[in-house]
């Protein structure tokens, strides 16, 4: 151990890790540095020191990397959302990129793939439709909204997200004045007193259409008319309702949902399939790259009109109903029942037909519908969460030898570990993109398309 805790040191910075943090050397010593960019030479004091490397905060940049920019929000540094906003769009293009190329080959052993898009934004900022921030209060006792600094529970007053859209502000001005005026108290976390915890807003992104949940720990709020009378002046209101969570705990949303005004969901669409939204539907939080991301994933499935399409780990139905205008028939399967739900309602409201939709693990749907009912599949579209495809699904979609798959990834770690399995027998890795949905922040999404091989 080359150097211990409070030492100061300087440092180039050389590399990026998976988390955005700035990676460099000291005397042949290896640093973490959060907020540091790749060329930047930094001082920094070093607060953990291990064996083989340590991590150090940044104190001061010494000398700017030419891909260094002043991030465009003031709390970009405390705030635990956003980790690349120091670094140039282009140049965070280039970091998700080379996280997925570095992947496949590390762990996928592919070392000769071609990822031919880097699918970007042309305004990285304000893509969000979907917000919530915490209330609390200052130490003055002014109720405050913001968000939580770094990986604590203290509120940083902020308003303005700029990942957000331009009217949560307003939105969350109004609700404070009501609270203000009407002593409605914020939750506390550290007494469990108080009521409103969060405030969730969505935004249809095509449609324009607003919702404001306040999650409150109670089911009723003193002279809500007031605040929803305050709302309903914000053109494209849609939705006004409080959610109910009165558990101790840091789960966001509770089960209930009372509608105050309005619509209990607002509509949004993507691409021309449209969907219903309620404050408890999952939906896909930046709509503009979501709809590339699903336009290559259907790109990829080379659909004419005649195939039978698999979608597991299908959430709300997204891609499936995207999908299906260009198939014979989709079949969706996914763990969550309420999401199913608002597959089949979504499918409705899109005169979509050909789209059915099952509940339960892809992991025993799939087996236990290819074993007894024999099902086929032309193309299989996989969308799993971080921890990638059961191997099940996998031994299963090798059984039943889909022309196509698509895999849909947020993960390339576990993307390249069940490409390389999906490999060995008898696919191969035709096409990768890679679609960038959270600007600012190091999240990536990858599309594959692996076809059959002929032997
Ligand atoms: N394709 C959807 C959602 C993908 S997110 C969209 O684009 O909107 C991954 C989804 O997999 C989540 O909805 C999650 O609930 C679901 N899921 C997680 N584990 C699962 C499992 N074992 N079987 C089926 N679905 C699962």
């Keep these: 151990m080359k150097f211990k805790k409070n030492d100061m040191v300087t440092v180039e910075i050389k590399d990026m890790g998976h988390d955005g943090e700035g990676i460099g050397k000291a005397e042949g010593y290896t640093l973490f540095i959060k907020d540091a960019v790749i060329g930047d030479l930094v001082e920094a004091k ?3 020191a291990g064996k083989n490397y340590g991590y150090a905060r940044l104190m001061q940049v010494l000398k700017p990397s030419k891909d260094r920019v002043e991030p465009k929000c003031s709390c970009a540094r405390a705030c635990g959302g956003c980790q690349l906003q120091a670094l140039s769009y282009e140049k965070q293009l280039e970091f998700k990129e080379k996280k997925v190329r570095g ?5 996928g052993g592919f070392s000769d ?3 031919e898009k880097v699918i970007g934004m042309e305004h990285p900022w304000r893509y969000r439709n979907k917000a919530q921030y915490p209330v609390g209060k200052d130490k003055d006792g002014k109720i405050i909204t913001g968000f939580y600094a770094g990986r604590t529970h203290s509120i940083i007053p902020n308003q303005d997200c700029l990942l957000g859209a331009e009217i949560n502000e307003t939105i969350l001005e109004k609700v404070i004045a009501y609270m203000e005026e009407n002593h409605v108290t914020p939750y506390d976390e550290t007494t469990g007193r108080g009521l409103v915890r969060h405030v969730l ?3 249809g992104y095509q449609t324009g259409e607003i919702m404001v949940c306040l999650i409150v720990n109670g089911r009723k709020l003193p002279a809500a008319e007031k605040l929803t009378d305050s709302l309903r002046e914000i053109p494209g209101m849609t939705s006004i309702s409080l959610n109910v969570n009165t558990k101790r705990n840091n789960v966001i949303l509770g089960e209930e949902v009372i509608n105050l005004w309005g619509q209990a969901f607002i509509t949004d669409a993507i691409g021309e ?4 939204i309620s404050p408890l539907s999952f939906y896909q939080v930046n709509p503009i790259q979501t709809e590339k991301l699903y336009e290559t994933a259907l790109e990829f499935a080379g659909l004419t009109g005649k195939e039978t399409v698999w979608d597991l780990y299908c959430g709300i139905g997204t891609i499936s109903l995207f999908l299906a205008k260009k198939a014979k028939q989709v079949y969706g399967v996914e763990i969550v029942p309420p999401a199913i739900a608002d ?23 799939l087996p236990e519908k290819y074993e007894q009912e024999g099902i086929s599949a032309d193309v299989i579209v996989v969308d799993p969460p971080r921890k ?8 299963t979609m090798l059984k039943m030898k889909p022309e196509r798959i698509v895999y849909v990834s947020c993960d390339s ?14 696919y191969e890795v035709k096409r990768v993109a890679v679609c960038d949905m959270f600007p600012q922040g190091v999240h990536v999404e990858t599309v594959a398309l692996l076809t059959r091989n002929a032997r």
């Design 103 to 107: 992947n496949l080959e590390r762990i």
């Design 388 to 395: 990638g495809c059961d191997e099940a699904v996998l031994q």
């Design 413 to 426: 770690a576990t993307l390249a570990r069940d490409l390389k399995r999906l490999c060995e027998e008898m």
């Design 273 to 276: 399939v449209k969907y219903q």
């Design 343 to 365: 597959a089949r309602k979504n499918a409705a409201l899109n005169g979509i037909e050909n789209a059915e939709f099952y509940v339960g693990k892809a992991e025993e749907v």
């Design 113 to 115: 793939l071609e990822i």
């Design 46 to 48: 070093v607060m953990k």
């Design 201 to 203: 807003i969505r935004c």
